[in-house]
């Protein structure tokens, strides 16, 4: 039995309707919509502010099933309820990020700035310069797109120069010795 698909999801005091219709579930919530398709021999179940979601007996189904099924209901009532939000840091001479329409512009380095396409339904802000906030409904998009901005120039060991999570720590190597110093 999966111990996270045991767990009920609170609704109290959240604005949240939920639907499940043509195979699919759908929440609905102040900060938008998502939905996802049902997964086979999961059922949901909604009683005193609670949402259970359970097996159903006739059809069987596997314990990642029950827990995955759970585990999305639940980021999609945290998303179209509060909204999930990534923040990065870029360190580095020079490293600065603007956004350009639906662009943003990174400064990294390079001899030419990246450009990365903002997705539909992430929207990403730039604190002086050096801090990018993305922010949406959808945990995945989210740290996807959080994800490939890192991806563009990862924090080097030696320095720590590149894109990093705001928390994010990075272990610094120590450089090669001075030359000649053996004697």
């Known amino acids: 039995m999966s111990r996270l698909g045991k767990m009920p999801i609170s609704l109290a005091g959240k604005k949240i309707d939920i639907k499940i219709q043509n195979g699919?579930?759908?929440?609905?919530?102040?900060?938008?919509?998502?939905s996802i398709p049902a997964i086979k021999g999961i059922l949901v179940k909604i009683e005193n502010?609670?949402?259970?979601?359970?097996?159903?007996?006739?059809?069987?189904?596997?314990?990642?099933?029950?827990?995955?099924?759970?585990?999305?209901?639940?980021n999609m009532i945290i998303g179209v309820s509060a909204g999930f939000e990534k923040r990065l840091k870029l360190e580095g001479v020079g490293y600065r990020a603007q956004i350009k329409g639906n662009m943003l512009?990174?400064?990294?380095?390079?001899?030419h700035p990246t450009e990365l396409l903002i997705p539909e339904g992430i929207k990403v802000t730039v604190e002086k310069g050096v801090l990018i906030?993305?922010?949406?409904?959808s945990k995945f998009l989210v740290g996807h797109f959080a994800a490939e901005i890192r991806a563009e120039k990862k924090p080097e060991p030696y320095k720590g120069k590149g894109i990093r999570y705001e928390k994010e720590h990075v272990r610094?190597?120590?450089?090669k010795a001075a030359k000649g110093k053996t004697g």
């Open 105 to 111: 512009d990174l400064q990294i380095g390079r001899s």
């Open 24 to 34: 699919r579930i759908e929440v609905k919530g102040p900060k938008g919509e998502l």
């Open 172 to 175: 610094k190597k120590a450089g």
């Open 133 to 137: 906030v993305v922010e949406g409904i």
């Open 49 to 74: 502010d609670l949402l259970f979601v359970l097996k159903d007996e006739q059809i069987e189904v596997h314990n990642k099933d029950y827990g995955l099924a759970r585990a999305l209901i639940n």
